[in-house]
């Protein structure tokens, strides 16, 4: 069984940076899909982006593209969210997930693993 565990959320500031991990415990998603996406409060999950683990540019969600980087370090398992200049609207709690296959998809069914969440709070 895959076990996603995000870290690194927290309250911010307004224009502050944070950087969300995922750990995946297993080692062999070189042909996967790994995937964030966040809930606000009363809102839908929605995709924030996603990239390959074999490598190539990640997939974002307009709101946050320019913003928001995804990267993999492959030797660690881990897939980052760098999040710069955020906003009251990125507060949420942020997923992890990982879809068993190397298409990139936005919906949230495509993805068969998901991480416990990470809180994220932007307020001043």
């Known amino acids: 069984q895959v076990q996603l565990v995000e870290s690194g959320g927290g309250l911010v500031q307004p224009g502050d940076s944070l950087r969300l991990s995922c750990a995946a415990s297993?080692?062999?998603?070189?042909?996967?899909?790994m995937g964030w996406f966040r809930q606000g409060p009363g809102k839908a999950r929605e995709f924030v982006g996603a990239?390959?683990?074999?490598?190539?540019?990640?997939v974002y969600a307009d709101s946050v593209k320019g913003r928001f980087t995804i990267s993999s370090d492959n030797a660690r398992n881990t897939v980052y969210l760098q999040m710069t200049n955020l906003k009251p609207e990125d507060t949420a709690v942020y997923y992890c997930?990982?879809?068993?296959?190397?298409?990139?998809?936005?919906?949230?069914?495509?993805?068969?693993?998901w991480g416990q969440g990470t809180q994220v709070t932007v307020s001043s």
């Open positions: 990239i390959r683990w074999s490598g190539g540019s990640a």
């Open positions: 297993e080692r062999t998603f070189s042909r996967y899909v």
């Open positions: 997930s990982l879809r068993v296959s190397t298409t990139v998809v936005r919906d949230p069914s495509g993805y068969a693993y």
